[in-house]
């Protein structure tokens, strides 16, 4: 007897089914590892763009002095010594007649001016230095021309510390307890954290 369809055949060793495709363990092995590969790829993209877009401008300003530490012995001895100074000082000045009093002062920064803003490339440079910048300060303390005396060595600094200089304001000199205007030289101090 015959049978129709080879399909209905129970006998497993006359079944010859050549529709299904068995993938086998090392297809599926690289099929795996590419989509891993994918994953991962998109999991850096989505990484970097979130950091772009969270990277915030923070540049530092011009810093300040690093404070100095100093062992308690030394400071100890260091506060004797000022007595004896503050001391020997206050004996001369008892013994002096008559009061003096400065004729001239120069002019000064005030505590409110900005510090000036630190160059990005020169940051991301870690380049730093010192700029020495002339003020010509009038009567009222506003200062009316500027210039670089010494240069850090680096153009992008040399023009900060100018430009914040130019913003600043100035306790005026004073002569015989007037505003006069004089000439003033301020160092500017870049600093990488």
């Known amino acids: 007897m015959s049978q129709p369809h080879p399909e209905w055949n129970t006998n497993p060793s006359s079944v010859h089914d050549t529709a299904v495709v068995d993938t086998t363990p090392r297809e599926k092995s690289a099929s795996m590892a590419l989509l891993w590969l994918i994953a991962l790829i998109a999991i850096a993209a989505a990484g970097l763009a979130w950091y772009k877009q969270s990277a915030i ?21 260091a506060k004797q010594e000022a007595a004896r100074s503050e001391q020997r000082r206050s004996e001369a000045a008892r013994r002096s007649t ?6 001239a002062t120069a002019p000064r920064p005030l505590a409110s001016n900005p510090t000036p803003r630190y160059p990005t490339e020169a940051l991301r440079a870690g380049v730093g230095g010192t700029v020495m910048v002339r003020a010509e300060v009038d009567s009222n303390g506003v200062p009316t021309d500027v210039a670089v005396v010494e240069r850090s060595g680096h153009r992008e600094l040399d023009r900060a510390a100018q430009a914040a200089v130019r913003k600043w304001r100035f306790e005026p000199a004073m002569r015989n307890g007037k ?7 301020v160092p500017v101090d ?4």
């Open 57 to 77: 401008d923070t540049t530092p300003l011009a810093s300040t002095p690093t404070p100095i530490v100093i062992p308690a012995e030394e400071t100890v001895a």
């Open 98 to 103: 008559a009061a003096v009093t400065p004729r």
């Open 179 to 185: 505003a006069v205007s004089s000439t003033v030289q």
């Open 190 to 193: 870049f600093k990488p954290i």
